[in-house]
Each structure stands twice: as structure tokens, then as C-alpha cells.
């Protein structure tokens, strides 16, 4: 192969890679106790589920993109075993955000009355 035939092989290969390497809209995903959260279409939309019948409430706090320095909160206040209910997808017990820019940085809690709620940490 002359020279400039393996100069354009190897900017063909750089492309590639440079392309695969572009980060994908990826998924965050956090448990805590009977608190289960994710992320969904391109990580634009935040998901709590209550997964134990243990009358806590579980929340999911995020940040966003938009707005890197708020701290956003979203609430799971009916218990697992009440009335049934579904989000959007059809996952039982489960509170939806709605779909705006791409949450970065998340943790899931179960909330304890007047006790410090029980976190699994941030996952990025």
C-alpha cells in the first residue's frame, strides 16, 4: 500500500474511532433500600419507584444540565401496597419527571420522619 493510500487508512481508522468514542446519551441508576431510581430517554427524564411495603416515602434528587447548581427533588409519597398506580411505562409505583434537559448527577433516599434519610450516594 503506497504511503498515501495508508495515510487515509489511518484518518478512516481515527474517524471511527473518534465517532465511537462520542459518548451516547447513557442511563444513571441508583437503589437504596426500598427506593429504586433511573434515568430514561437520553437521561431527560428522572424515575423513583417505592419497591418495599415499609410506609416511608422514597425521593430522587438531580441536577440537570440547565440549571448545573440546582439541586432538584423528585417524590414518591404513595406508598408501595396503596392504591396501585403506574408511570408512563407501566412500572408499578413509580413517579416520572417530566422530560427536559439531561440530568447528570443523582442519589435515591428513603425518607425517615424526623431521622436523617437514607441515601445511596450520588452516581454520575
Not at 75 to 87: C, M
Not at 96 to 104: L, P, V
Request: hydrophobic share 35%.
Amino acid at each position: 500500500m503506497s504511503s498515501r493510500g495508508m495515510r487515509r487508512a489511518a484518518v478512516g481508522v481515527l474517524t471511527v474511532i473518534a465517532i465511537a468514542g462520542a459518548s451516547p446519551a447513557f442511563a444513571l441508576s441508583a437503589s437504596r433500600g426500598g427506593a429504586r431510581g433511573w434515568t430514561e430517554q437520553s437521561a431527560s427524564i428522572m424515575n423513583i419507584q417505592d419497591t418495599q411495603d415499609d410506609g416511608h416515602d422514597v425521593k430522587a434528587e438531580y441536577y440537570r444540565t440547565a440549571h448545573p447548581s440546582d439541586k432538584l427533588t423528585l417524590w414518591n409519597k404513595q406508598a408501595y401496597g396503596d392504591t396501585y398506580f403506574e408511570d408512563n411505562d407501566g412500572n408499578a409505583w413509580t413517579v416520572e419527571s417530566g422530560k427536559y434537559s439531561t440530568i447528570f448527577k443523582m442519589q435515591v433516599c428513603e425518607v425517615y420522619d424526623n431521622w436523617p434519610d437514607a441515601c445511596s450516594g450520588w452516581v454520575e
